[in-house]
Nanobody, 116 residues
Framework: QVQLVESGGGLVQPGGSLRLSCAAS????????MSWYRQAPGKERELVAR????????YIGGSVKGRFTISRDNAKDMVFLQMNSLKPEDTAVYYC?????????WGQGTQVTVSS
């Protein structure tokens, strides 16, 4: 039974910070690159960040570069997204994903709202 469970979302003021967590189970976590996507109302799903299985390669989307950081702990089967200097346009549902060559696993999402 594959599960990806996000947590850490909530309401934060502009300029604030949040740390999202994703707990994985039911598959060989260490073999998968892990990603964070987000989808805001009326917008397409957007890749926010990605980290390779070995932690050697990371990708940060241009809209969040310099503000967000992705990390993982393979011993705990968890991946994190540290979000700093949050802006209202960061408001979205954030999804954790395990992307493999054959199958992709998705979490249920966690809401992040940036508003004053």
């Amino acid at each position: 039974q594959v599960q990806l469970v996000e947590s850490g979302g909530g309401l934060v003021q502009p300029g604030g910070s949040l740390r999202l967590s994703c707990a994985a189970s039911g598959f060989t976590f260490s073999r998968y690159a892990m990603s964070w996507y987000r989808q805001a109302p009326g917008k397409e799903r957007e890749l926010v960040a990605r980290i390779s299985s070995t932690e050697i390669i990371t990708y940060i989307g241009g809209s969040v570069k310099g503000r967000f950081t992705i990390s993982r702990d393979n011993a705990k089967d968890m991946v994190f997204l540290q979000m700093n200097s949050l802006k209202p346009e960061d408001t979205a549902v954030y999804y954790c994903a395990a992307l493999g060559p054959a199958v992709n696993y998705w979490g249920q999402g966690t809401q992040v709202t940036v508003s004053s």
